[in-house]
């Protein structure tokens, strides 16, 4: 069972309490018309699908309704990092975390 604690309200919550929104930080292009389509192909369907650190993203779905972001590992379901949506990753960081273990 996961259990993330909300930024916004402060509550921990199960994940059925949860929405899962999938993969964080999928940015749509500015000007979709200059987007080739391999690179619209990856922004619709592509998606990482690590065995260990991944970044998503979740709704307070039964608590205050607010998006945010989780850093969740695939396997222990481990959460490392819960940031407000708005807020990004530094993924060097955690590139650099990763190359250590
Ligand atoms: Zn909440």
Known sequence: MIIIRCPYCLEE???????????????????PATVSDEGWTGYLYLRTNPKGLHHEQWCCSAGCGQWFKVAR???????????????????????QQETKT
């Open 13 to 31: 919550r199960y994940e059925d309490e949860l929405f899962y929104g999938g993969e964080a930080d999928i940015f749509r292009a500015a000007d």
């Open 73 to 95: 590992h695939t396997v222990t379901h481990k959460v490392t990092e819960i940031l407000p949506f708005e807020t990004q990753f530094n993924y060097q960081s955690v590139d």
